[in-house]
């Protein structure tokens, strides 16, 4: 479902816009349809290195940190798992997916940080956890369809399992998929306009925070609401000739 910027002005008046400040600037990465690979601040992402990526054979759909080692990793159209070497944007193979991935227009990839699994959603519903080493993929029941974007927010205290927060485009929902292998989604909230291309979250000062990519724009979010604020358009003068941006990954 197509949005513009009026719809994404009602969500954040809707949602209530944060005055979100980082206490420390974060380093950041994306990848677009047409195969580029970005890495800036969110200190000023009009800055960005930006180069080609090397060594995947197929377009990259989704990226993610494992956070068992601390490397970038990506998952190829074909469902080819890759090392990505952030300063050179060179992947190298790694496994390849038991099972087919499913076409979709939007994928959320993103490391399960207790299991160590990699979590595959495509915007047509197919769920599956993946061990990057193997690729032996587990087939968990099917997700809600419309789901654009979204990434698992690192246990708290008293808190034994990630959550896994996700956009729903079709239902104009930020919720969870809990439990994640039942592909069931519990609300947070409801309004227009919730539709990042991408999202990532990580720690700013021991808290979650979220960051996400509408229209090449960069937004923090907050991951208990998901309330958004613009920032600024990554790579600003350049980012049409990269294309859309469609995922992105805080490294560490």
């Known amino acids: ?52 990526v090397q060594g995947s054979g197929l377009p990259l759909v989704g990226i993610d940190v494992r956070p068992a080692d601390g490397r970038l990793y990506g998952l190829d159209r074909g469902g080819g798992i890759h090392v990505i070497d952030s300063g050179t944007a060179v992947a190298t193979f790694r496994a390849r997916l038991s099972v087919d991935l499913a076409p979709a227009a939007h994928y959320v990839v993103d490391f399960d940080p207790v299991d160590d699994r990699l979590r595959i959603v495509g915007a047509g519903g197919q769920n599956l956890s993946a061990d990057v080493e193997t690729g032996a993929a587990v087939v968990h029941a099917a997700a809600p369809p419309g789901i654009t974007a979204g990434a ?13 927060f996700v956009f729903d485009r079709a239902r104009d929902t930020y919720g969870r998929l809990d439990p994640v292998a039942d592909g069931v989604l519990r609300p947070v909230v409801q309004a227009p306009g919730i539709a990042p291309d991408a999202a990532d979250i990580g720690q700013d000062g021991g808290r979650p925070k979220g960051w996400s ?19 600024q358009a990554i790579g600003t003068g350049a980012t049409g000739r990269a294309g859309r941006i469609i995922d992105i990954a805080v490294l560490p």
Do not use: W
């Open 1 to 52: 479902m197509a949005r513009n910027p009026a719809g994404h002005a009602v969500l954040a008046l809707a949602l209530g816009v944060l005055a979100y400040a980082p206490a420390m600037a974060a380093d950041l990465v994306v990848i677009t349809d047409r195969g580029e690979f970005l890495q800036f601040s969110d200190a000023d992402p009009r800055i960005t290195v930006r180069r080609d």
């Open 152 to 164: 698992h927010a690192t246990p708290g205290a008293g808190e034994a399992q990630p959550r896994f």
């Open 213 to 231: 990519v509408i229209n090449n724009i960069l937004h923090f979010f907050d991951v208990e609401t998901g309330a958004a604020s613009a920032v």
